[in-house]
Protein backbone atom coordinates (compact mmCIF):
# COMPACT_ATOMS: atom_id res chain seq x y z
CA UNK A 1 0.00 0.00 0.00
CA UNK A 2 1.73 3.53 -1.32
CA UNK A 3 0.89 5.80 1.62
CA UNK A 4 3.38 8.70 2.09
CA UNK A 5 3.98 9.33 5.56
CA UNK A 6 6.68 11.59 7.32
CA UNK A 7 7.93 11.65 11.10
CA UNK A 8 5.71 15.05 11.54
CA UNK A 9 2.62 13.14 10.35
CA UNK A 10 -0.32 13.03 13.13
CA UNK A 11 -3.32 10.91 12.08
CA UNK A 12 -6.49 11.49 14.08
CA UNK A 13 -9.03 10.11 11.79
CA UNK A 14 -9.93 6.36 11.77
CA UNK A 15 -11.04 7.72 8.35
CA UNK A 16 -7.37 7.39 7.17
CA UNK A 17 -6.44 5.07 4.60
CA UNK A 18 -3.18 4.26 6.38
CA UNK A 19 -4.85 3.35 10.10
CA UNK A 20 -7.72 1.47 8.28
CA UNK A 21 -4.64 -0.67 6.40
CA UNK A 22 -2.94 -1.11 9.35
CA UNK A 23 -6.32 -2.71 11.29
CA UNK A 24 -6.98 -4.31 8.20
CA UNK A 25 -3.69 -6.52 8.84
CA UNK A 26 -5.10 -8.09 11.83
CA UNK A 27 -6.95 -10.49 9.13
CA UNK A 28 -4.99 -13.28 8.28
CA UNK A 29 -6.05 -13.83 4.78
CA UNK A 30 -5.29 -10.02 3.90
CA UNK A 31 -2.64 -9.70 5.79
CA UNK A 32 -0.75 -12.54 3.82
CA UNK A 33 -2.14 -11.11 0.31
CA UNK A 34 -0.48 -7.69 1.11
CA UNK A 35 2.92 -9.73 2.35
CA UNK A 36 3.18 -7.63 5.09
CA UNK A 37 3.71 -8.16 8.86
CA UNK A 38 2.57 -6.03 11.76
CA UNK A 39 4.26 -6.19 14.91
CA UNK A 40 2.79 -4.78 18.67
CA UNK A 41 5.52 -3.58 21.15
CA UNK A 42 8.74 -1.85 21.27
CA UNK A 43 10.80 -4.65 21.96
CA UNK A 44 9.24 -7.18 19.38
CA UNK A 45 10.11 -4.65 16.69
CA UNK A 46 13.51 -4.14 17.60
CA UNK A 47 13.82 -7.66 17.56
CA UNK A 48 11.92 -7.71 13.70
CA UNK A 49 14.42 -5.14 12.76
CA UNK A 50 17.50 -6.53 14.20
CA UNK A 51 16.60 -9.47 12.17
CA UNK A 52 16.01 -8.08 8.94
CA UNK A 53 12.79 -7.14 7.76
CA UNK A 54 12.23 -4.38 6.21
CA UNK A 55 9.83 -1.36 7.93
CA UNK A 56 7.52 0.23 5.86
CA UNK A 57 5.75 2.47 9.19
CA UNK A 58 6.12 2.71 12.66
CA UNK A 59 3.31 4.38 14.90
CA UNK A 60 3.87 5.60 17.95
CA UNK A 61 0.70 6.37 20.17
CA UNK A 62 2.15 9.15 22.94
CA UNK A 63 4.41 11.49 22.24
CA UNK A 64 7.81 10.65 23.97
CA UNK A 65 7.76 14.11 25.96
CA UNK A 66 4.30 12.98 27.36
CA UNK A 67 4.52 10.91 30.90
CA UNK A 68 3.60 7.50 30.87
CA UNK A 69 2.42 5.62 33.71
CA UNK A 70 4.48 2.98 35.77
CA UNK A 71 7.88 3.57 37.89
CA UNK A 72 9.99 6.64 36.91
CA UNK A 73 12.92 4.60 35.37
CA UNK A 74 10.52 2.06 33.21
CA UNK A 75 9.05 5.56 31.62
CA UNK A 76 12.83 6.56 30.83
CA UNK A 77 13.45 3.61 29.56
CA UNK A 78 10.31 3.11 27.42
CA UNK A 79 10.97 6.74 25.93
CA UNK A 80 14.99 5.87 25.62
CA UNK A 81 13.21 2.65 23.39
CA UNK A 82 10.97 4.45 21.59
CA UNK A 83 13.31 7.00 20.43
CA UNK A 84 15.81 4.98 19.67
CA UNK A 85 13.11 3.25 17.33
CA UNK A 86 12.00 6.42 16.09
CA UNK A 87 15.71 7.66 14.96
CA UNK A 88 15.89 3.68 12.99
CA UNK A 89 12.32 4.26 11.21
CA UNK A 90 13.38 8.14 9.76
CA UNK A 91 10.32 9.01 7.53
CA UNK A 92 8.49 6.16 8.26
CA UNK A 93 6.88 7.47 11.59
CA UNK A 94 3.50 8.15 12.40
CA UNK A 95 2.06 9.59 15.41
CA UNK A 96 -1.52 8.37 16.63
CA UNK A 97 -4.29 9.36 19.19
CA UNK A 98 -4.46 7.05 22.14
CA UNK A 99 -7.78 6.60 20.17
CA UNK A 100 -6.57 5.26 17.14
CA UNK A 101 -3.65 3.18 18.96
CA UNK A 102 -5.88 1.38 20.41
CA UNK A 103 -7.59 0.46 16.94
CA UNK A 104 -4.23 -0.03 15.52
CA UNK A 105 -3.00 -2.22 18.23
CA UNK A 106 -3.20 -6.34 19.01
CA UNK A 107 -6.52 -6.69 21.37
CA UNK A 108 -7.31 -2.81 21.89
CA UNK A 109 -3.79 -2.48 24.24
CA UNK A 110 -1.23 -0.60 23.20
CA UNK A 111 2.21 -0.97 24.11
CA UNK A 112 4.22 2.21 22.86
CA UNK A 113 4.87 1.41 19.22
CA UNK A 114 2.51 -1.09 16.54
CA UNK A 115 4.78 -1.53 13.13
CA UNK A 116 4.08 -2.41 9.28
CA UNK A 117 7.02 -4.51 8.14
CA UNK A 118 7.19 -6.37 4.43
CA UNK A 119 6.81 -10.18 4.51
CA UNK A 120 10.34 -11.88 4.13
CA UNK A 121 10.28 -13.83 1.45
CA UNK A 122 12.27 -17.46 1.56
CA UNK A 123 10.83 -19.15 3.91
CA UNK A 124 12.35 -22.51 2.80
CA UNK A 125 14.41 -25.74 4.63
CA UNK A 126 16.81 -24.83 1.68
CA UNK A 127 17.34 -21.24 3.76
CA UNK A 128 18.41 -23.25 6.92
CA UNK A 129 22.43 -23.36 8.07
CA UNK A 130 22.71 -26.06 10.61
CA UNK A 131 25.72 -26.51 12.89
CA UNK A 132 27.50 -29.97 13.47
CA UNK A 133 25.66 -30.55 16.59
CA UNK A 134 22.38 -28.95 15.50
CA UNK A 135 19.31 -28.67 18.04
CA UNK A 136 16.32 -28.11 15.93
CA UNK A 137 12.67 -28.07 16.97
CA UNK A 138 10.14 -29.17 14.63
CA UNK A 139 6.19 -28.14 15.19
CA UNK A 140 3.79 -30.53 13.26
CA UNK A 141 -0.06 -29.00 12.40
CA UNK A 142 0.23 -26.80 15.22
CA UNK A 143 -3.05 -24.99 15.54
CA UNK A 144 -2.90 -22.34 18.06
CA UNK A 145 -0.51 -19.17 17.62
CA UNK A 146 -0.15 -18.53 21.31
CA UNK A 147 1.90 -22.55 21.02
CA UNK A 148 4.00 -21.93 18.23
CA UNK A 149 4.76 -18.70 19.89
CA UNK A 150 5.81 -19.86 23.25
CA UNK A 151 7.79 -22.68 21.23
CA UNK A 152 9.65 -20.22 19.89
CA UNK A 153 10.99 -18.66 23.03
CA UNK A 154 12.10 -21.67 24.61
CA UNK A 155 13.65 -22.45 21.27
CA UNK A 156 15.75 -19.45 22.15
CA UNK A 157 16.25 -19.94 25.72
CA UNK A 158 18.25 -22.86 24.32
CA UNK A 159 19.76 -21.76 21.48
CA UNK A 160 18.15 -24.16 19.05
CA UNK A 161 19.73 -23.78 15.65
CA UNK A 162 15.70 -23.51 13.90
CA UNK A 163 12.61 -24.02 13.90
CA UNK A 164 10.38 -25.76 11.55
CA UNK A 165 6.54 -25.13 11.11
CA UNK A 166 5.15 -27.81 9.35
CA UNK A 167 2.00 -28.39 7.82
CA UNK A 168 0.33 -25.41 10.66
CA UNK A 169 -3.13 -23.86 10.76
CA UNK A 170 -0.92 -20.56 11.62
CA UNK A 171 1.70 -19.13 9.49
CA UNK A 172 5.24 -17.69 11.14
CA UNK A 173 3.44 -14.23 11.31
CA UNK A 174 0.61 -14.17 12.94
CA UNK A 175 0.26 -11.17 15.44
CA UNK A 176 -0.50 -13.49 18.18
CA UNK A 177 2.65 -15.92 17.58
CA UNK A 178 4.82 -13.07 17.39
CA UNK A 179 3.49 -11.42 20.52
CA UNK A 180 3.50 -14.94 22.57
CA UNK A 181 7.35 -15.70 21.04
CA UNK A 182 7.98 -12.34 22.24
CA UNK A 183 9.92 -11.36 19.09
CA UNK A 184 11.51 -14.22 18.54
CA UNK A 185 10.60 -15.71 15.41
CA UNK A 186 12.17 -12.73 13.79
CA UNK A 187 15.58 -14.04 15.40
CA UNK A 188 15.50 -17.50 15.84
CA UNK A 189 15.98 -18.96 12.07
CA UNK A 190 12.93 -20.56 11.12
CA UNK A 191 10.81 -22.22 7.89
CA UNK A 192 7.84 -23.89 6.74
CA UNK A 193 7.92 -26.89 5.25
CA UNK A 194 5.21 -29.98 4.57
CA UNK A 195 5.86 -33.37 6.87
CA UNK A 196 7.10 -35.21 3.24
CA UNK A 197 9.81 -32.29 3.00
CA UNK A 198 10.72 -31.87 6.63
CA UNK A 199 11.41 -35.83 7.04
CA UNK A 200 13.46 -36.08 3.61
CA UNK A 201 15.65 -32.75 4.96
CA UNK A 202 16.20 -34.30 8.31
CA UNK A 203 17.27 -37.53 6.71
CA UNK A 204 19.58 -35.78 4.71
CA UNK A 205 21.27 -33.66 7.13
CA UNK A 206 21.68 -37.18 9.50
CA UNK A 207 19.86 -35.68 12.14
CA UNK A 208 17.71 -38.04 14.54
CA UNK A 209 13.90 -37.41 15.45
CA UNK A 210 13.01 -37.11 18.96
CA UNK A 211 9.47 -37.76 18.87
CA UNK A 212 7.24 -36.88 21.62
CA UNK A 213 4.05 -39.57 21.34
CA UNK A 214 1.88 -40.50 24.39
CA UNK A 215 2.65 -43.44 25.54
CA UNK A 216 5.84 -44.54 23.56
CA UNK A 217 8.15 -46.47 25.82
CA UNK A 218 10.87 -44.73 25.96
CA UNK A 219 10.82 -41.76 28.18
CA UNK A 220 12.61 -38.14 27.85
CA UNK A 221 15.28 -39.27 30.11
CA UNK A 222 16.78 -42.03 27.96
CA UNK A 223 17.53 -40.85 25.14
CA UNK A 224 20.97 -39.36 24.16
CA UNK A 225 20.03 -36.33 22.27
CA UNK A 226 23.43 -34.98 22.17
CA UNK A 227 24.04 -35.60 18.56
CA UNK A 228 22.50 -33.69 15.75
CA UNK A 229 18.77 -33.97 17.34
CA UNK A 230 15.23 -32.29 16.44
CA UNK A 231 12.53 -32.61 18.99
CA UNK A 232 9.45 -33.14 17.42
CA UNK A 233 6.11 -32.08 18.53
CA UNK A 234 1.85 -33.03 17.62
CA UNK A 235 -1.13 -30.60 17.40
CA UNK A 236 -3.20 -30.06 20.25
CA UNK A 237 -5.51 -32.00 19.42
CA UNK A 238 -4.48 -35.63 17.90
CA UNK A 239 -0.88 -35.04 18.73
CA UNK A 240 1.78 -36.78 15.47
CA UNK A 241 0.16 -38.73 12.67
CA UNK A 242 1.25 -41.77 11.01
CA UNK A 243 4.51 -40.42 9.52
CA UNK A 244 6.32 -40.17 12.66
CA UNK A 245 4.96 -43.14 14.48
CA UNK A 246 5.77 -45.49 11.48
CA UNK A 247 8.31 -48.91 12.22
CA UNK A 248 6.31 -49.25 15.34
CA UNK A 249 8.49 -47.02 17.96
CA UNK A 250 4.95 -47.79 20.43
CA UNK A 251 6.78 -51.22 20.83
CA UNK A 252 9.69 -49.28 21.92
CA UNK A 253 11.72 -49.97 18.14
CA UNK A 254 12.86 -46.96 16.39
CA UNK A 255 14.08 -46.38 12.72
CA UNK A 256 17.56 -45.10 13.21
CA UNK A 257 16.49 -41.71 12.65
CA UNK A 258 13.28 -41.92 14.63
CA UNK A 259 12.78 -42.25 17.99
CA UNK A 260 9.50 -41.85 20.38
CA UNK A 261 9.77 -40.73 23.34
CA UNK A 262 7.08 -39.91 26.51
CA UNK A 263 6.77 -37.88 29.34
CA UNK A 264 6.23 -39.42 32.12
CA UNK A 265 2.79 -38.32 34.20
CA UNK A 266 2.10 -39.25 37.75
CA UNK A 267 -1.76 -37.32 37.63
CA UNK A 268 -4.72 -38.23 35.69
CA UNK A 269 -3.60 -36.23 32.36
CA UNK A 270 -2.19 -38.55 30.11
CA UNK A 271 0.04 -35.01 28.18
CA UNK A 272 0.93 -31.66 28.28
CA UNK A 273 0.42 -28.63 26.70
CA UNK A 274 2.12 -29.13 23.52
CA UNK A 275 4.25 -25.99 24.37
CA UNK A 276 5.10 -27.43 27.43
CA UNK A 277 6.26 -30.85 26.02
CA UNK A 278 8.62 -28.95 23.97
CA UNK A 279 9.61 -26.99 26.56
CA UNK A 280 10.93 -29.76 28.42
CA UNK A 281 12.48 -31.75 25.75
CA UNK A 282 14.68 -29.00 24.45
CA UNK A 283 15.82 -28.82 28.10
CA UNK A 284 16.99 -31.82 28.43
CA UNK A 285 18.65 -31.82 25.10
CA UNK A 286 20.18 -28.76 26.21
CA UNK A 287 21.01 -29.92 29.64
CA UNK A 288 22.64 -33.02 28.03
CA UNK A 289 24.83 -30.73 25.96
CA UNK A 290 26.07 -28.69 29.28
CA UNK A 291 27.11 -31.98 30.67
CA UNK A 292 29.05 -33.09 27.71
CA UNK A 293 31.09 -29.67 27.29
CA UNK A 294 31.73 -29.69 31.03
CA UNK A 295 33.59 -33.23 30.63
Known sequence: MAVGVTSSTTISSARNPLVRHAVRLRDNRFRQKQREVIVDGIREIERAINGGLRLKTLFIGQAVDQPAAGPVFEQRESIERQQGLISKAKDTVVNLTPELMAQVAYGGNPRDAVAIFEQPGDRTLGRLVLGAQALVIVMVGIEKPGNAGAIFRSADAVGADAVVLCDAGCDLFNPNL???SLGTVFTVPCAEASEVETIAWLRERGLTSYAAIVGARR???????????????GSEADGLGPLWREKNELAG?????????????????????VSVTAAALLFEARR????????
Do not use: C, F
Open 178 to 180: IRA
Open 219 to 233: TMWEVDYRGPAAIVV
Open 253 to 273: HSSGDLVAVSIPMLGAADSLN
Open 288 to 295: QRLAESAK
